[in-house]
């Protein structure tokens, strides 16, 4: 849909039209059809940050736990790789209509943190499981506290793969909360939403504006989390391969709950 | 002071890890705990800093059972190494072996400079202190694991198998470098290893555990070597036993034998006119052995041609008669060795700049023999 | 629950055509991907270039690419292609990366020896390393295959076929439709179960290798 008759008849290229809507001054201030870009982009950012934060309340200490102990690790696993199979539309669309539009951001939020848990969890635990029982022993023979070995040696080395788990989980997150709008609430999703009421090329140029930002803002928060994870992640730890160890032999495989990307 | 009353470690499933020991371990030395897999060495060990509670008996450190501190307070107060050294990844070097004096409550400058110095003390580069462990050899892990645990300098040190996972090469340095440590700081030692010769080597007492966790034997090794308590104790000596144990014997005062020296560069006739018994050793211009040349190889050159380094014949091993710098020189062993070795029926003897002093010949070593079991020095 | 007794038959068509749109990327996906994942295997460079930009394109949210496909691909909104042709994306973006790691990690010793045997390149390829890098792809293809089958529900927004559409026809009715809805989402999960159930099985029958523990062949 590159070439298209436009209202005079004339070919028009689709691109430029949205490249034209994504400049329009207009489009990111308040205007009389909508809050404008910055305004959306924020809801989009406070619907996601909300939701990550309670998700880390809630599914970062289980994951410790879980990690340091190795009990229930069977649970965490299982539990991890069949949440991906739930459809995001599916929860919203439910959770907004059983508790009613009026509670549609709790609704919103609850989704939210529930598709988020699961990777946070995968993460934390494998992070933590992954974390050589030698420096453990040897930690724990030094003399430190079980509290010690947990927030000084093994979250640390962990570090590389709950933050794995997180960036996951915010992009999972960002992706839902572009479907929110669907059902009347705010975001980026709000021009996919609106445009395609339209059901014009002018609709379809700000559908594929929103979905633009929607790239770009995941794109942007994506790249925002991997420097943040080589800024806190010790340097001694980068280069690690986790699935292959050529110096020592492991009786127990490696896991890996998920497989990560970058 | 280290004792083992009773103890015994019994899993749920039934399996016997220690079985009911009775030991103890003299303060300042190297006590080694040896035996085949299974045989309850490591229980043993790890059962001193708490990281395993016996299920019967007790153990006494300084006269206080270990149960009755906190383990955490414990084992800051030992020292403690195990096989891949533990090394925390996520942390230089340096904060590595400061760990348990900041643990302790010391400063981290002060800890860090402590480290500094321990880093000397194992005889690593000063520039690794800033350097993560992934950037390491193994044998280098190793050593910052045994600078990790002297860093709050604890009385007592734990080795696990510390040695283990290095090449021979690797093995042997570190072995000297612990010899060289505890001759300078003397500390309360207790090391497992399941190779006979390593505990022979380090140990100054050596327990032999069996399977099952049993003690066996528990001696000094020249009494272990000279008299094994049992079959098993023999078989896992091993062979050469009795070669093994001239290694402890010093060979101070035996007689040396007149041996004819050619330096380097003499014309053959000359040198052919100073062989001894058909042999000379040709030594350099400080009168250190280069090898060795005999009747038939000057008759095969010109005599007008001088002796070269080209032309001689490789040496045995050597008899060092000082046994200064540590090492196993000055034994029976080494003096056979060096008669053994050699091409001609000499070894050759040196002193501590390495110059030849003389020749060493079988028969006078054994002859040194009877007479050090005449005199009691070997133990019955 | 009558309800969905009564649209059974609807159900199970959907649901093919669901699977259909799901499960065709990842064929498709897997197959461009090999040969994707050999390069960025073999050449430094590549690999530099191709997981980067994988990751990149992993990234963009469902509902962003589906939209943007028409204006790539010059088709209509409401082709089905569009779905299709982004899942294919994700896949292939999920498992270059998965190739090019598993390719890496067969063991040194294992090609050294394939090689000094007389394996020529190409052979010792489709011998050895590929079928010793068929577990993690496995591992690949269910992560593809069960994310493919939800995300597939999320294109009923732009009005595209699959079991989305009973999530969207039964919110807009008033009151809405729970039995509908709940249908729709009981039904993507139990295609999802099912199907990654299948690629363990898949998995298991063609690494015979991986089943076989020390000790289980008596004498």
């Given at each position: 849909?590159?070439?298209?008759?436009?209202?005079?008849?004339?070919?028009?290229?689709?691109?430029?039209?949205?490249?034209?809507?994504?400049?329009?001054?207009?489009?990111?201030?308040?205007?009389?059809?909508?809050?404008?870009?910055?305004?959306?982009?924020?809801?989009?950012?406070?619907y996601?940050?909300?939701?990550?934060?309670?998700?880390?309340?809630?599914?970062?200490?289980?994951?410790?736990?879980?990690?340091?102990?190795?009990?229930?690790?069977?649970?965490?696993?299982?539990?991890?790789?069949w949440f991906r199979a739930l459809p995001e539309l599916g929860l919203v669309i439910l959770l907004v209509l059983a508790m009613g539009v009026a509670l549609a951001l709790q609704a919103l939020t609850i989704v939210l943190v529930a598709l988020?848990?699961p990777?946070?969890?995968?993460?934390?635990?494998?992070?933590?499981?992954?974390?050589?029982?030698?420096?453990?022993?040897?930690?724990?023979?030094?003399?430190?506290?079980?509290?010690?070995?947990?927030?000084?040696?093994?979250?640390?080395?962990?570090?590389?793969?709950?933050?794995?788990?997180?960036?996951?989980?915010?992009?999972q997150?960002?992706a839902t909360a572009s479907i929110a709008a669907y059902m009347g609430l705010?975001g980026?999703g709000r021009?996919v939403i609106d445009g395609q009421r339209?059901g014009?090329?002018?609709?379809?140029?700000?559908m594929?504006?929103?979905?633009?930002?929607?790239?770009?803002?995941?794109?942007?928060?994506?790249?925002?989390?991997?420097?943040?994870?080589?800024?806190?992640?010790?340097?001694?730890?980068?280069?690690?391969?986790?699935?292959?160890?050529?110096?020592?032999?492991?009786?127990?495989?490696?896991?890996?709950?998920?497989?990560?990307?970058? | 002071?280290?004792?083992?009353?009773?103890?015994?470690?019994?899993?749920?499933?039934?399996?016997?890890?220690?079985?009911?020991?009775?030991?103890?371990?003299?303060?300042?030395?190297?006590?080694?705990?040896?035996?085949?897999?299974?045989?309850?060495?490591?229980?043993?060990?790890?059962?001193?800093?708490?990281?395993?509670?016996?299920?019967?008996?007790?153990?006494?450190?300084?006269?206080?059972?270990?149960?009755?501190?906190?383990?955490?307070?414990?084992?800051?107060?030992?020292?403690?190494?195990?096989?891949?050294?533990?090394?925390?990844?996520?942390?230089?070097?340096?904060?590595?072996?400061?760990?348990?004096?900041?643990?302790?409550?010391?400063?981290?400058?002060?800890?860090?400079?402590?480290?500094?110095?321990?880093?000397?003390?194992?005889?690593?580069?000063?520039?690794?202190?800033?350097?993560?462990?992934?950037?390491?050899?193994?044998?280098?892990?190793?050593?910052?694991?045994?600078?990790?645990?002297?860093?709050?300098?604890?009385?007592?040190?734990?080795?696990?198998?510390?040695?283990?996972?290095?090449?021979?090469?690797?093995?042997?340095?570190?072995?000297?470098?612990?010899?060289?440590?505890?001759?300078?700081?003397?500390?309360?030692?207790?090391?497992?290893?399941?190779?006979?010769?390593?505990?022979?080597?380090?140990?100054?007492?050596?327990?032999?555990?069996?399977?099952?966790?049993?003690?066996?034997?528990?001696?000094?090794?020249?009494?272990?070597?000279?008299?094994?308590?049992?079959?098993?104790?023999?078989?896992?000596?091993?062979?050469?036993?009795?070669?093994?144990?001239?290694?402890?014997?010093?060979?101070?005062?035996?007689?040396?034998?007149?041996?004819?020296?050619?330096?380097?560069?003499?014309?053959?006739?000359?040198?052919?006119?100073?062989?001894?018994?058909?042999?000379?050793?040709?030594?350099?211009?400080?009168?250190?052995?280069?090898?060795?040349?005999?009747?038939?190889?000057?008759?095969?050159?010109?005599?007008?041609?001088?002796?070269?380094?080209?032309?001689?014949?490789?040496?045995?091993?050597?008899?060092?008669?000082?046994?200064?710098?540590?090492?196993?020189?000055?034994?029976?062993?080494?003096?056979?060795?060096?008669?053994?070795?050699?091409?001609?029926?000499?070894?050759?003897?040196?002193?501590?700049?390495?110059?030849?002093?003389?020749?060493?010949?079988?028969?006078?070593?054994?002859?040194?023999?009877?007479?050090?079991?005449?005199?009691?020095?070997?133990?019955? | 629950m009558r309800w969905i007794w009564d649209h059974i038959e609807e159900l199970l068509a959907t649901s093919w055509v669901h699977l259909g749109l799901a499960l065709i990327p990842?064929?498709?996906?897997?197959?461009?991907?090999?040969?994707?994942?050999?390069?960025?295997?073999?050449?430094?460079?590549?690999?530099?270039?191709?997981?980067?930009?994988?990751?990149?394109?992993?990234?963009?949210p469902s509902l962003?690419?589906f939209v943007?496909?028409?204006?790539?691909?010059?088709?209509?909104i409401l082709d089905p292609i569009n779905v299709q042709?982004a899942l294919?994306?994700?896949?292939?973006?999920?498992?270059?990366?998965?190739?090019?790691?598993?390719?890496?990690?067969?063991?040194?010793?294992?090609?050294?020896?394939?090689?000094?045997?007389?394996?020529?390149?190409?052979?010792?390829?489709?011998?050895?390393?590929?079928?010793?890098?068929?577990?993690?792809?496995?591992?690949?293809?269910?992560?593809?295959a069960v994310s493919n089958i939800s995300l597939v529900s999320v294109g009923a927004i732009i009005g595209v076929g699959g079991l989305g559409l009973y999530l969207t026809a039964g919110a807009q009715l008033t009151p809405p439709n729970y039995a509908e809805i709940i249908a729709g989402i009981v039904l993507i999960v139990l295609l999802a179960l099912i199907v990654d159930g299948?690629?363990?099985?898949?998995?298991?029958?063609?690494?015979?290798?991986?089943?076989?523990?020390?000790?289980?062949?008596?004498?």
């Amino acid at each position: 849909m590159d070439q298209g008759p436009g209202r005079d008849g004339a070919p028009v290229n689709v691109f430029e039209l949205v490249w034209a809507w994504l400049t329009d001054p207009e489009n990111w201030q308040k205007n009389f059809r909508d809050l404008g870009i910055p305004a959306r982009i924020l809801e989009h950012l406070t619907y996601t940050g909300l939701a990550i934060v309670f998700a880390v309340m809630i599914a970062v200490p289980i994951g410790i736990y879980v990690g340091h102990t190795g009990r229930g690790g069977f649970l965490v696993v299982g539990v991890a790789n069949w949440f991906r199979a739930l459809p995001e539309l599916g929860l919203v669309i439910l959770l907004v209509l059983a508790m009613g539009v009026a509670l549609a951001l709790q609704a919103l939020t609850i989704v939210l943190v529930a598709l988020a848990i699961p990777p946070l969890l995968a993460g934390t635990y494998s992070g933590l499981r992954n974390v050589d029982p030698e420096v453990v022993d040897a930690a724990r023979g030094m003399g430190m506290r079980e509290r010690d070995i947990v927030w000084r040696v093994e979250v640390p080395i962990a570090l590389p793969l709950m933050l794995g788990g997180l960036r996951t989980a915010t992009l999972q997150v960002i992706a839902t909360a572009s479907i929110a709008a669907y059902m009347g609430l705010g975001g980026l999703g709000r021009y996919v939403i609106d445009g395609q009421r339209f059901g014009t090329l002018e609709g379809y140029t700000m559908m594929a504006g929103g979905a633009v930002l929607i790239a770009a803002l995941a794109i942007v928060v994506e790249l925002t989390l991997a420097g943040v994870q080589r800024l806190v992640v010790s340097p001694g730890l980068r280069n690690r391969k986790f699935s292959r160890r050529e110096t020592r032999v492991r009786t127990k495989p490696v896991e890996k709950t998920e497989v990560a990307i970058s | 002071m280290i004792e083992f009353q009773a103890v015994t470690k019994r899993y749920p499933d039934g399996t016997v890890a220690v079985d009911n020991l009775d030991l103890t371990v003299e303060d300042g030395g190297i006590t080694v705990f040896v035996g085949p897999s299974g045989c309850g060495k490591t229980t043993s060990l790890r059962m001193i800093n708490r990281m395993i509670d016996p299920t019967a008996g007790r153990i006494l450190l300084d006269g206080k059972d270990v149960r009755e501190s906190q383990p955490a307070r414990l084992r800051r107060g030992i020292g403690y190494v195990i096989q891949h050294a533990g090394l925390f990844p996520h942390r230089t070097v340096l904060d590595n072996v400061a760990t348990v004096p900041v643990l302790t409550g010391a400063g981290r400058r002060a800890a860090r400079s402590r480290a500094t110095e321990l880093l000397d003390l194992v005889g690593l580069p000063a520039g690794l202190a800033k350097r993560y462990p992934a950037q390491l050899s193994g044998g280098q892990q190793q050593r910052v694991g045994v600078a990790r645990a002297l860093a709050a300098d604890p009385p007592v040190l734990l080795m696990d198998e510390p040695f283990s996972a290095v090449d021979p090469i690797v093995r042997d340095d570190l072995q000297q470098q612990l010899l060289r440590l505890q001759s300078e700081l003397d500390k309360t030692i207790v090391f497992v290893t399941h190779d006979i010769d390593e505990a022979i080597k380090l140990g100054d007492r050596v327990a032999v555990f069996r399977v099952g966790g049993v003690l066996a034997q528990y001696d000094s090794p020249a009494a272990l070597l000279a008299k094994p308590a049992d079959e098993f104790v023999s078989s896992f000596i091993g062979r050469d036993r009795g070669y093994r144990a001239l290694g402890f014997l010093a060979a101070k005062g035996i007689d040396l034998a007149p041996v004819a020296r050619v330096p380097v560069g003499t014309p053959v006739s000359e040198a052919r006119a100073k062989l001894t018994d058909g042999w000379a050793v040709v030594v350099d211009e400080s009168g250190r052995p280069l090898g060795w040349v005999s009747e038939d190889v000057l008759s095969a050159m010109d005599s007008s041609d001088a002796v070269g380094s080209d032309d001689l014949i490789s040496g045995g091993t050597l008899y060092r008669v000082d046994a200064e710098g540590g090492g196993t020189a000055g034994t029976l062993r080494n003096a056979l060795d060096a008669a053994l070795s050699s091409p001609a029926r000499l070894g050759i003897a040196v002193d501590a700049a390495g110059a030849v002093v003389g020749g060493i010949s079988a028969d006078t070593v054994l002859g040194a023999l009877a007479a050090a079991r005449d005199s009691g020095e070997v133990p019955i | 629950m009558r309800w969905i007794w009564d649209h059974i038959e609807e159900l199970l068509a959907t649901s093919w055509v669901h699977l259909g749109l799901a499960l065709i990327p990842v064929l498709v996906g897997l197959l461009i991907s090999i040969p994707l994942g050999w390069v960025a295997h073999h050449w430094r460079t590549a690999r530099a270039i191709l997981v980067p930009v994988s990751s990149l394109l992993y990234t963009i949210p469902s509902l962003a690419l589906f939209v943007l496909m028409p204006l790539v691909l010059g088709t209509r909104i409401l082709d089905p292609i569009n779905v299709q042709a982004a899942l294919t994306i994700y896949t292939v973006a999920l498992l270059v990366r998965s190739v090019a790691d598993s390719l890496d990690a067969t063991p040194k010793d294992v090609i050294a020896a394939a090689t000094a045997i007389g394996y020529g390149p190409t052979r010792r390829f489709f011998a050895v390393e590929f079928p010793l890098s068929v577990p993690v792809l496995v591992a690949g293809v269910r992560v593809a295959a069960v994310s493919n089958i939800s995300l597939v529900s999320v294109g009923a927004i732009i009005g595209v076929g699959g079991l989305g559409l009973y999530l969207t026809a039964g919110a807009q009715l008033t009151p809405p439709n729970y039995a509908e809805i709940i249908a729709g989402i009981v039904l993507i999960v139990l295609l999802a179960l099912i199907v990654d159930g299948l690629l363990v099985l898949l998995g298991r029958l063609l690494t015979p290798w991986t089943r076989a523990r020390a000790g289980t062949v008596r004498r």
